[in-house]
C-alpha cells in the first residue's frame, strides 16, 4: 500500500505545481506579481472541493442515507466489513439510480460514505455483493477517496480557464489578446496533461481496492463475477443514463461507458454460460496471456478504470494466495 500512497502522492504534487503554474500565469497577465497571492489562492482551491467535494456527489448521484433498521443485511456486511478493515463505520447511502454499481467517497476515514444504487440491489449475490462492498470500503482504508476528489477538480478548473482566456479574454488591444491566447492554450495542455495524470491515478486506485478486497476474506471469483454481471448491467442501460454519471464514473466500481465492449470480452471468460466467473474459469484465465491490441491500449489511457481482461487477470493471480 505504502507504493500506492506514494504514487499518490506524487501525482498530489506534479498536480499542484500544475495549477500553481497556471494560477501564476494568470496573475502575470493581471499584473499580479506576489508569490503568497499565488500560493493561498491554489490551496484556497483545493479547500472548497475539499469541503463541498462530498456535497456535490450526494446532489449529483440523488444520495439518501439509510436510517436504523432499514436494510439491515446491507447494513452488517458493512460493520463486519469495516471492522475487518480496521476502519470507523461508514455511512451507507442508497443512489436513486438504477445503473447497477458501488461507491465510495468522503473527506477521511471517519467521513467515509459507501453508497450502492437502486440497480445493484437485486442483481448481485450476497457473496458478490460483499466483494463489491469490500472494494468500496478499501478505497476507504487506502485514504484514496479523498485523493482523488481533489485530483479530480484540477483538470476542470483549468479547462475552465483555457475556455475563458481563448474565447473571451483580452478584448483591450492586439497584445492583451495574444496573450491571453498563450495563457489559453497553456492552460489547455495543462488540462490535457492532467486529466491524463488523474486517469492514471484512478486506474492505480482500483487494482489496490481489488486487492484489498481479496485481503478482507472475499474470494477473487465473487469480484470477477459482480464485475462481470455490473458490466452486463450497464451494457444493458439506455445510453442517456449512462451519460448523466459520465463526471462521476472515477466513483464507480467500473466504467459504465466501457461495458459494451467489456462485455463482449468477458463473457469469452463464462465458459459455462452460466452468467458468473466461477472460480474453476478464474483460475483457467491464470495461466494466459492477456494481450491487448493498440485500439485497447489507447482505450485504457483515457479510461478511469483498467482494462477490465487486465483487472480479471490480476484477480486470477490473487486465487488461492
Known amino acids: 500500500m505504502w507504493y500506492l500512497k506514494l504514487r499518490m502522492w506524487l501525482l498530489m504534487a506534479v498536480l499542484f505545481a500544475i495549477i500553481y503554474a497556471v494560477i501564476a500565469m494568470i496573475s502575470a497577465y ?70 447497477p454499481n458501488a461507491f465510495a467517497f468522503g473527506r477521511s476515514q471517519k467521513d467515509g460514505r459507501v453508497c450502492v444504487t437502486r440497480g445493484i440491489v437485486n442483481l448481485l449475490s450476497n457473496d458478490e455483493m460483499r466483494a463489491v462492498l469490500g472494494h468500496e470500503l478499501s478505497h476507504i482504508k487506502n485514504r484514496d477517496v479523498l485523493t482523488i476528489t481533489l485530483l479530480s477538480v484540477i483538470p476542470m478548473i483549468l479547462y475552465r480557464i483555457a475556455w475563458q482566456f481563448l474565447f473571451f479574454g483580452g478584448r483591450r488591444d492586439r497584445n492583451s489578446n495574444q496573450s491571453a491566447a498563450l495563457v489559453g492554450l497553456a492552460a489547455f495542455i495543462f488540462y490535457f496533461v492532467t486529466n491524463l495524470l488523474v486517469l492514471y491515478a484512478s486506474r492505480i486506485r482500483e487494482y489496490f481496492a481489488d486487492k484489498g478486497s481479496v485481503d478482507l476474506g472475499n474470494d477473487p471469483a465473487n469480484l470477477a463475477s459482480a464485475l462481470y454481471k455490473l458490466v452486463y448491467g450497464s451494457a444493458r442501460m439506455p445510453k442517456e443514463e449512462l451519460k448523466a454519471v459520465e463526471g462521476l464514473k472515477a466513483f464507480f466500481v467500473n466504467d459504465p461507458s466501457r461495458a459494451m465492449s467489456e462485455f463482449n470480452d468477458l463473457k469469452a471468460l463464462d465458459l459455462d454460460k452460466s452468467g458468473t466467473i466461477s472460480t474453476q474459469e478464474l483460475d483457467a484465465l491464470r495461466d494466459k496471456t492477456i494481450k491487448l491490441n493498440f485500439g485497447d491500449k489507447l482505450m485504457e489511457v483515457f479510461s478511469t478504470h483498467p482494462n477490465m481482461l487486465k483487472r480479471i487477470k490480476r484477480l486470477s493471480e490473487w486465487s488461492h494466495v
Open 30 to 99: 493581471l499584473g499580479i506579481t506576489n508569490f503568497y497571492f499565488y500560493l493561498v489562492l491554489s490551496f484556497a482551491i483545493m479547500f472548497v472541493q475539499y469541503m463541498v467535494g462530498p456535497k456535490m456527489v450526494e446532489w449529483s448521484m440523488g444520495v439518501h442515507y439509510i436510517k436504523e433498521g432499514e436494510y439491515p443485511e446491507l447494513r452488517e456486511t458493512i460493520r463486519s466489513l469495516a471492522e475487518a478493515a480496521k476502519i470507523p463505520m461508514p455511512r451507507i447511502g442508497i443512489s436513486e439510480i438504477a445503473l
